[in-house]
């Protein structure tokens, strides 16, 4: 049976259905976009309590996310102006995340470091090494790094690969659950 009025049949309106009823694994894949303190340390929450659950954890970092994986002093060897002033703007390590709301010039985000010491909460370098203690697979995004101008040697070493969009698209397709932070 078809709907002449929209062009679809029903062979085509049943094959989303067939997508969502294709088998996943137990797996959880999560895009950290977001290179702030706040964010990222939902990314990590998210993961090592998925990893504890006993499932099989991706983390593809891209644009300001990779903030998160520079050296805390990592030097800035971009080529060309642009490149140059995304590495400026970008210091980057865990160090240097700011707050998505109320960061106040680094005072926000200097009172919410505060508190989570307080509360004995880890710090983003304590979750990305929990994290890779946990198992859980770490991918920096190369065309990301290609656009700004971040070369592997500025990143740290907890870096499981580095891969493109494809890459992810294959670790999101086996996934149960895919979160963008």
């Not at 290179?35 to 309590?49: R, S």
Request: hydrophobic share 45%.
């Amino acid at each position: 049976m078809s709907d002449k009025s929209e062009g679809v049949t029903t062979a085509a309106a049943a094959e989303p259905a067939a997508i969502v009823t294709k088998e996943t694994k137990n797996k959880v894949t999560i895009v950290v976009f977001s290179g702030e303190l706040d964010k990222v340390l939902a990314a990590f929450n998210i993961a090592t309590g998925a990893r504890s659950m006993g499932k099989e954890v991706t983390l593809f970092f891209t644009f300001w996310g990779l903030n998160v994986l520079r050296k805390n002093k990592a030097k800035n060897t971009a080529k060309g102006w642009m490149k140059k002033m995304f590495g400026w703007m970008n210091k980057g390590g865990t160090n240097n995340l700011p707050l998505s709301k109320f960061h106040m010039g680094g005072a926000g985000t200097s009172m919410m470091k505060k508190l989570m010491l307080q509360h004995r909460m880890p710090s983003p370098e304590e979750m990305l090494t929990l994290s890779k203690e946990m198992g859980v697979k770490i991918i920096a995004c190369t065309i990301t790094m290609g656009i700004m101008g971040i070369e592997k040697s500025a990143l740290r070493d907890e870096i499981d690969s580095y891969a493109g969009v494809v890459t992810y698209l294959a670790e999101a397709e086996q996934s149960s659950v895919n979160l963008f932070i």
